[in-house]
């Protein structure tokens, strides 16, 4: 019952987007064929194409980010124990507690005084810096659960300790990379706060900005293409979901039992 009130919105979602006008306000019908007229509508009005790059290249750009530095500071706090690291890891862990909208002026003057108001690299920056904290949490717990022995016989072989992380250490974290990876990229994809707030130039907009300027830009309501666009917005996450589910799921049970 409770799957079914979370996946009625997505099935009525996917239904009225291919409803004619006639029957757009008529929730209960059926469609009597598939109208494709709200999907041309939508990719008449709005660059899907360019919103699906920003979209991607803003969920990959922080994402890859947030792997690179998370799973080195991990590592480090998790390895060298010391005062400072441990304070270190207490401070990404008070990221945790912060609410976003809390910064939210203060970002903005930080973004207009390095010029990155209005890019994709200041929207990177910004996920990457929210994802910090959970990420390297995990990382450094995923690290402790690893023996030191491999990196001891990875010295003897002559690695240092960059290459030793790189090539030895980070394979064996790769649960709790799709782990974050899964839970980070919905978020990001489809976040709407950010890109209204930081974004001004529509040329640089994700899709889900896309679909609140799109109902904007229209005099009237038409629900039809909204609906279109928030199918061709999610469509992606969906598919995602279905065939990554069981990976994430594995390194959830890996990290509770880990950490």
């Given at each position: 019952?409770?799957?079914?009130?979370f996946l009625?919105?997505?099935?009525?979602?996917i239904l009225?987007s291919f409803?004619?006008?006639?029957?757009l306000?008529?929730?209960?019908?059926?469609?009597?064929?598939f109208y494709w007229?709200?999907y041309?509508?939508?990719i008449e009005k709005?660059n899907?194409?360019?919103?699906?790059?920003?979209?991607?290249?803003?969920?990959a750009?922080?994402?890859?980010?947030?792997v690179f530095?998370?799973?080195?500071?991990g590592?480090?706090?998790a390895?060298?124990p010391?005062?400072?690291?441990?304070f270190l890891f207490?401070f990404?862990i008070?990221?945790?507690?912060i609410?976003l909208?809390?910064?939210m002026i203060?970002?903005?003057?930080?973004g207009?005084?390095?010029?990155?108001?209005?890019t994709?690299?200041?929207?990177?920056?910004?996920?990457a810096?929210?994802a910090?904290?959970m990420?390297?949490f995990?990382y450094?717990g995923?690290?402790k659960?690893?023996?030191?022995?491999?990196?001891?016989?990875?010295?003897?072989d002559?690695?240092?300790?960059?290459r030793?992380?790189?090539?030895?250490?980070?394979?064996l974290?790769l649960p709790a990379?799709?782990?974050?990876?899964?839970?980070?990229?919905?978020?990001?994809?489809?976040?709407?706060f950010?890109?209204?707030?930081?974004?001004?130039?529509?040329?640089?907009?994700?899709?889900m900005?896309?679909v609140?300027?799109?109902?904007?830009?229209t005099?009237?309501?038409?629900?039809?293409?909204?609906?279109?666009?928030?199918?061709?917005?999610?469509?992606?996450?969906?598919?995602?979901?279905?065939?990554?589910?069981?990976?994430?799921?594995?390194g959830l049970?890996a990290?509770?039992?880990?950490?």
């Amino acid at each position: 019952m409770i799957a079914l009130l979370f996946l009625y919105p997505i099935f009525y979602l996917i239904l009225t987007s291919f409803k004619s006008p006639d029957q757009l306000y008529q929730p209960l019908a059926m469609p009597d064929s598939f109208y494709w007229g709200h999907y041309k509508k939508a990719i008449e009005k709005v660059n899907v194409l360019r919103g699906f790059f920003n979209t991607f290249a803003i969920s990959a750009g922080a994402i890859g980010l947030m792997v690179f530095v998370s799973s080195m500071a991990g590592y480090v706090i998790a390895r060298i124990p010391r005062k400072f690291f441990q304070f270190l890891f207490y401070f990404f862990i008070s990221g945790m507690v912060i609410p976003l909208q809390t910064g939210m002026i203060p970002i903005f003057k930080m973004g207009v005084a390095l010029h990155l108001i209005d890019t994709r690299t200041f929207m990177i920056l910004l996920y990457a810096a929210g994802a910090l904290p959970m990420a390297t949490f995990m990382y450094a717990g995923f690290t402790k659960s690893v023996p030191r022995e491999i990196e001891e016989s990875a010295a003897i072989d002559g690695y240092g300790k960059f290459r030793a992380f790189w090539m030895i250490i980070f394979p064996l974290l790769l649960p709790a990379t799709g782990t974050l990876i899964m839970l980070n990229i919905y978020g990001i994809w489809n976040d709407l706060f950010g890109p209204l707030l930081y974004l001004k130039n529509p040329a640089k907009m994700t899709l889900m900005a896309q679909v609140v300027q799109f109902k904007a830009n229209t005099q009237s309501i038409d629900y039809g293409p909204i609906f279109a666009l928030c199918v061709m917005a999610t469509l992606p996450l969906i598919v995602l979901f279905f065939f990554t589910q069981k990976y994430m799921m594995k390194g959830l049970v890996a990290g509770a039992v880990k950490g």
